[in-house]
């Protein structure tokens, strides 16, 4: 979008269009801030105009967007009014964006009917409400490259020495410089072996060497917990997302299954033709 600085008669007929718009008690969608031979233009063609900018006009001040908005529309009637009618290229643009419009004003009005308390409520319920609480692990891990020096650990460790102290200085896992400390998982988040291994342990207690695909391990059980079912608002946007998606699928196969459709055998016309960009002429 450009804005350009007005001449001094365009500055003119500016004022004198928008003094009695705002001399109006109430300005609409409708109220006329333009006409260009016969053609009105109207603040609904700004507001509309104005909400499909890019992000950097949006935060321009109202009295620039207003005056660049409306004369952007005033030479874009003024240029498309010498032309009689669209390109093929453009009509069928046009024909795609009225449909693509009114699908999304359709899937607004879904959306919107659908996101209910209750709906969300019950969505919460469906996925939460049955659910067993699992035990969740906190733990450490020293991770090394061989069986011996894992076992070496371990005497150390029996010794008294501490877990994160030998972790930072002996770890080649990420956790390494922390300690070692892997926060709390649960089932099923881990690979087999280590979860095998920190399901055997008693709170407090060091494994013995564990080998996976990553090398050997020294595990650490630092605390247990059962988990606890999230709170609906911390869970609220997932949920929508899942309440409107249904409502919209739902209503589209229905349409779909009411609607009379026919539609070309696979492989009855050759998929590379939406390359031929010259057969809309």
Do not use: C
């Not at 705002?22 to 801030?33: H, L, N, P, R, Y």
């Not at 649960?186 to 695909?213: C, D």
């Not at 917990?225 to 709170?231: G, H, I, K, V, Y």
């Amino acid at each position: 979008m450009q804005f350009r600085t007005p001449t001094l008669a365009a500055a003119a007929i500016a004022v004198l269009l928008a003094a009695p718009v705002f001399a109006q008690e109430e300005v609409t969608a409708d109220t006329v801030v333009a006409t260009v031979n016969g053609t009105d233009i109207t603040v609904g063609h700004m507001i509309a105009l104005r909400a499909r900018l890019p992000q950097q006009y949006q935060q321009l001040p109202d009295d620039v967007l207003f005056d660049g908005i409306l004369d952007q529309i005033v030479q874009q009637a003024v240029i498309g009014q010498t032309q009689e009618g669209l390109s093929k290229p453009n009509t069928l643009t046009l024909e795609n964006e009225r449909r693509a419009l009114l699908a999304n004003q359709v899937v607004d009005e879904i959306v919107a009917g659908a996101t209910t308390d209750d709906a969300i409520q019950a969505a919460y319920d469906e996925a939460y409400g049955g659910a067993e609480p699992e035990m969740e692990f906190n733990a450490s891990h020293i991770l090394v490259e061989t069986e011996e020096e894992a076992a070496a650990l371990v005497t150390e460790l029996e010794g008294g020495a501490d877990f994160a102290t030998l972790a930072r200085e002996n770890s080649t896992g990420p956790s390494g410089p922390n300690g070692g400390e892997l926060g709390w998982f649960g089932p099923g988040m881990m690979v087999p072996e280590f979860e095998n291994a920190v399901v055997a342990l008693e709170t407090g207690q060091v494994s013995a060497p564990v080998q996976t695909q990553f090398g050997w391990h020294v595990i650490k059980l630092n605390e247990t917990r059962q988990s606890e079912a999230p709170a609906l608002e911390d869970v609220r946007p997932e949920l929508e997302g899942q309440v409107q998606r249904a409502a919209v699928d739902a209503r589209i196969a229905e349409l779909t299954e009411a609607a009379e459709i026919t539609r070309i055998e696979p492989g009855e016309i050759d998929p590379a033709v939406l390359r031929e960009l010259s057969i809309e002429d």
